[in-house]
């Protein structure tokens, strides 16, 4: 198959930052998604929706013209969100979940959860009116071992979690390893999972081919083949609640390439292509509808996109370096090829 034509996706999770950098990251998604999980953790992060109708505006402005692109916000879970807005979201009709951050997993997540037991009265105002928690699934405690730490974030956190509130609606947010699959594929039918290009398409020897390579450098991290593998069956496989999300992630390129670099990877240019790739290279490109269009969509209970686009097996070049806010930015597979391209279906 040479070509593929589908219903237009969606992304449910992106990071578009704010300011400068949106001129960058709202074209780039728009340019393939109908709609995306706008991720809450700016700095300082989005934690009502007085705050999110603001951010949407500063969004909106960036959509360029003829691109049908909606953000679906999110709101930032602290250890003091009062479960009033949690109501006030409901009846927003424009934020749709809540992101649960462990305090200290990952890029500008200090204001997270450091106990989960202090969000419980938020969580049953979510299971109550069908709110979605969308789940960093990773503990923070230095004495697990990193590549473990989704892992023991299931056994510790996520499984006694959906014991106590059965009616929660729950995304697992960027799986990377087959616990975690064989967790949501055996899970309730309110448990999902967002699955990102880069976890499909490469494993941890990435960061450290011919030396140490900030660029693949992203939380959750880079996992084993053995772990890749059972993310790419999970994405071309029939269990429909795997779905898109890139968790596309850009810092500029001083903040990678440092002595302390920030975690991160921005796929969101050619997010699609990759994806394509996955499908293609595993003789599955049959299932790329359900998992990047279908399977997020009825999840989050969203009607299918009315536009439809098209993918062409041709090889292009991705950029060195991209512009961002004043910065450069460096996108996944810098300087390679993709043996894929997306454009609109007309
Ligand atoms: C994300 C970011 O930079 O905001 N980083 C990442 O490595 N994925 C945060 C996140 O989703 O963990
Ligand atoms: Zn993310």
């Known amino acids: 198959m040479n070509q593929l034509r589908m219903i237009q996706p969606d992304d449910f999770h992106v990071h578009l930052r704010d300011g400068d950098c949106l001129a960058r990251t709202v074209p780039d998604t728009a340019a393939r998604f109908g709609r995306a999980v706008v991720m809450p953790n700016l700095s300082p992060p989005v934690t009502t929706v007085a705050q999110a109708a603001d951010y949407r505006e500063r969004i909106l402005k960036h959509v360029p013209d003829g691109a049908a692109f909606e953000p679906l916000m999110t709101l930032y879970l602290t250890e003091t969100t009062p479960p009033a807005e949690i109501r ?36 049953e105002a979510m299971a ?49 390893t087959r616990e975690a699959v064989d967790f949501v594929d055996q899970g309730p039918a309110s448990l999902g999972a967002t699955i990102t290009a880069h976890h499909l398409l ?9 030396g ?17 593998k059972a993310l790419v069956a999970a994405a071309t496989g029939d269990c429909a609640r795997f779905f898109l999300g890139t968790d596309s992630a850009p810092h500029a390129r001083r903040d990678k390439e440092s002595a302390c670099g920030c975690a991160g990877i921005y796929s969101a240019p050619y997010a699609l292509e990759f994806y394509a790739e996955v499908f293609a290279n595993a003789g599955r490109l ?26 062409i097996r041709e090889n292009q070049r991705i950029p060195d370096a991209l512009p961002f806010g004043g910065e450069t930015v460096i996108p996944l597979r810098a300087g390679g090829t993709c043996a894929w391209r997306a454009s609109a279906d007309e």
């Open 128 to 176: 109550e009116l069908q709110v979605p928690l969308l789940i960093h699934g990773e503990v923070t405690d230095t004495e697990v071992d990193h590549f473990d730490r989704e892992a023991v974030f299931i056994d510790r956190i996520l499984a006694p979690l959906l014991v106590r509130f059965p009616q929660l609606r729950v995304v697992f947010e960027h799986i990377t």
């Open 286 to 311: 049959d299932r790329m509808e359900s998992f990047a269009s279908r399977n997020g969509a009825a999840f989050y209970g969203l009607p299918l996109n009315q536009r439809r686009c098209v993918l």
């Open 202 to 210: 490469y494993n941890r020897n990435a960061l450290f081919e011919d």
């Open 88 to 123: 006030r979201l409901k009846e927003s009709g424009f934020v749709r979940a809540v992101k649960y951050y462990p305090a200290g997993a990952t890029t500008h997540s200090a204001a997270g959860v450091k106990t989960i037991e202090k969000v419980y009265g938020v969580i």
């Open 212 to 228: 140490i390579r900030p660029h693949y450098y992203c939380r959750p991290l880079l996992k084993a083949e053995g772990h890749r």
